[in-house]
């Protein structure tokens, strides 16, 4: 049984390409799959814990301190309104992404569709089988992309996995037409180097660019051999998405040596991931800029040209970043907010021990102008309800609130869950709303949570990566007037101007 508390905060401590023109990918309904998602795609279960670790956890959610298994527990001014389960997938749901009255939902097995025209009653249009890890997602018009970044045995959505040293293998961007929104159809795919962990949409007359992030820690797969230093920047005519090809693979750390001239890591830099890559990318189009979450560094560069995407400035934290990971501008951008992804996700660091400052947001200001912007570090910020050691909690994906003079954001925890937060001050931010469950297990590291938390047209849509997609509902006077803001498509890693774009 799931239980539901109320409470205002619990105790605080602190390039190759390959057109598959025609293809039709498998499409399920909510009854029994007719096919099976690969296990080869499927992250492990995390693992035991100490005794000791086990016991304080008990204990904490006796007490009081951390809720009960499933247990959930929300802010005053935030409610859930709607749950919609898995269901056929088995795989761990994903990114978000969305248009008009729909929501599109990445998972490690495809991807599903949702009618959201009424929010708290969301209904599921469409599921694609299409294993693929991690099957992250976005839209644009009448295409649908989605990232490839596990070794498959070809491009097709009935592949499966093999190792990554098998010559044959396929990694990349597929590309749906989804005119007719209840039935997808498979048209494109484009291979790239190292494959597409993510990847972000630029929209660019009768082209969509798209700026693909890869990267290989363990540099298992030929091609993500460092010096990986890169992007692929993928073209894509709107009319002709089977003729989507690589046009170029710019640079962004330039340096003399076998791994490029990115963050060296360890042991120059112990604790902080090497530089083989970039993790993801958010662009603010209205202003030509984009910031680059990319392991060890974090970027500010000019899209003015989209082809030739060109940094302007890179910073470092070798104390407590250890693995940039995503990015967000505020409206004016003259912020960024990255975040750490410490322990990759799955690790347990939303507590004492690890303190404020790790696995934390970084915001920065943007200072100066045009090709002299300068990034300029002024503070972290990190959910103070702290988790217990059996729940996987850092700083994952979220999107802003618009709301003009303000700056506001929702993001998710993993199993921190849902926090909505004010940098208007850069050095002094603030939690004003949250979401969470209790954790999956009292005994073992599970992994779970919310894996993005997006502000859409009036509510928050979270993708939980095991218990669904829940629909928030906020009501707040600091975000109510964001609610005027409507929007016809998000996808946020293409970050709109909001108010000269959408406002009504």
């Known amino acids: 049984m799931t239980l539901l508390r109320t409470t205002r905060a619990r105790r605080r401590r602190f390039g190759v390409a390959t057109a598959v023109a025609g293809l039709v990918a498998t499409l399920l309904t909510a009854g029994p799959a007719a096919a099976t998602p690969d296990p080869g795609d499927a992250p492990t279960d995390r693992g035991g814990v100490s005794a000791q670790q086990e016991a304080a956890t008990r204990a904490a959610i006796a007490s009081g301190e951390i809720p009960g298994v499933d247990e959930i527990v929300h802010s005053s001014n935030m409610k859930l309104v709607a749950n919609i389960p898995r269901e056929v997938f088995t795989g761990i749901n994903t990114d978000l992404a969305f248009q008009d009255d729909y929501v599109f939902a990445g998972n490690y097995d495809g991807f599903r569709i949702f009618d959201i025209s009424d929010p708290a009653h969301p209904e599921t249009v469409a599921q694609v089988l299409c294993p693929g890890a991690q099957n992250d997602i976005s839209v644009s018009g009448n295409l649908l992309f989605l990232s490839t970044d596990s070794s498959r045995n070809d491009d097709s959505c009935q592949s499966t996995s093999q190792p990554a040293t098998e010559k044959s293998s396929w990694e990349g961007m597929k590309i749906f037409d989804i005119s007719d929104i209840r039935n997808p159809k498979y048209v494109a795919s484009v291979e790239t180097a190292c494959g597409s962990h993510t990847h972000t949409l630029v929209p660019h007359g009768k082209n969509v660019y798209v700026y693909v992030s890869s990267y290989s820690p363990n540099a298992t797969f030929p091609d993500c051999r460092p010096p990986h230093d890169g992007i692929s920047v993928i073209k894509v005519p709107r009319s002709a998405p089977e003729k989507a090809a690589v046009v170029g693979f710019p640079v962004l750390f330039p340096g003399e040596g076998p791994d490029g001239g990115g963050n060296p890591g360890a042991p120059t830099n112990p604790g902080v991931s090497k530089t083989t890559g970039c993790h993801d990318i958010t662009v603010l189009p209205s202003k030509d800029l984009a910031a680059g979450a990319c392991m060890g560094d974090g970027i500010l560069f000019s899209i003015k040209d989209p082809e030739r995407p060109k940094v302007i400035d890179r910073v470092q934290d070798n104390t407590n970043f250890a693995f940039w990971h995503s990015a967000t501008f505020n409206q004016k951008a003259n912020k960024v907010v990255f975040t750490d992804e410490l322990g990759g996700g799955v690790a347990a660091t939303c507590n004492e021990r690890t303190g404020p400052n790790r696995g934390a947001d970084g915001i920065y200001d943007i200072v100066g102008r045009g090709d002299h912007r300068k990034l300029v570090f002024r503070s972290y910020y990190k959910i103070g309800?702290?988790?217990?050691?059996?729940?996987?909690?850092?700083?994952?994906?979220?999107?802003?609130?618009?709301?003009?003079?303000?700056?506001?954001?929702?993001?998710?925890?993993?199993?921190?869950?849902?926090?909505?937060?004010?940098?208007?001050?850069?050095?002094?931010?603030?939690?004003?709303?949250?979401?969470?469950?209790?954790?999956?297990?009292?005994?073992?590291?599970?992994?779970?949570?919310?894996?993005?938390?997006?502000?859409?047209?009036?509510?928050?849509?979270?993708?939980?990566?095991?218990?669904?997609?829940?629909?928030?509902?906020?009501?707040?006077?600091?975000?109510?007037?964001?609610?005027?803001?409507?929007?016809?498509?998000?996808?946020?890693?293409?970050?709109?101007?909001?108010?000269?774009?959408f406002d009504r």
């Not at 217990?388 to 609130?401: K, Q, Y």
């Not at 303000?406 to 001050?425: A, I, P």
């Not at 009292?442 to 509510?459: H, I, K, P, Q, R």
């Open 385 to 501: 309800r702290h988790q217990a050691d059996t729940e996987n909690c850092v700083a994952h994906n979220g999107s802003l609130i618009p709301v003009k003079g303000k700056d506001l954001m929702v993001q998710s925890w993993y199993q921190g869950g849902v926090s909505v937060w004010d940098f208007t001050d850069s050095d002094r931010p603030k939690e004003i709303a949250y979401f969470e469950r209790g954790p999956l297990s009292a005994d073992t590291l599970v992994g779970g949570g919310t894996w993005s938390a997006y502000y859409y047209n009036g509510y928050i849509y979270s993708n939980d990566e095991k218990k669904g997609l829940d629909v928030l509902k906020l009501d707040d006077r600091r975000t109510d007037p964001a609610k005027r803001v409507r929007m016809d498509e998000l996808n946020v890693q293409t970050q709109p101007d909001y108010f000269d774009d």
